[in-house]
């Protein structure tokens, strides 16, 4: 079995913030959700709860967006 990209979830403090999903993004969030809960032997968690997660690891893998972040010009 391949290793998931997210770990176990840290629980921090929400802000609310309302998102609409294709059907076919939504289907696969809970997929990824049922196969988060199996790798790490948790229980499922919520849809909501992953989509933070995700979004920073996503950010943090684009190399533009860090050196932008960082005022470092490339």
Do not use: C, N, W
């Not at 176990?8 to 289907?27: C, F, G, N, S, Y």
């Amino acid at each position: 079995m391949t290793k998931l990209k997210l770990g176990p979830l840290a629980d921090d403090r929400p802000v609310k913030l309302t998102v609409e999903l294709p059907a076919a993004i939504h289907r696969d969030l809970a997929a990824y959700a049922a196969a988060l809960a199996a790798e790490t032997g948790g229980e499922a968690v919520t849809l909501e709860k992953l989509v933070a997660p995700m979004l920073a690891r996503f950010m943090a893998s684009d190399r533009g967006f860090t050196r932008r972040r960082q005022g470092t010009k490339g």
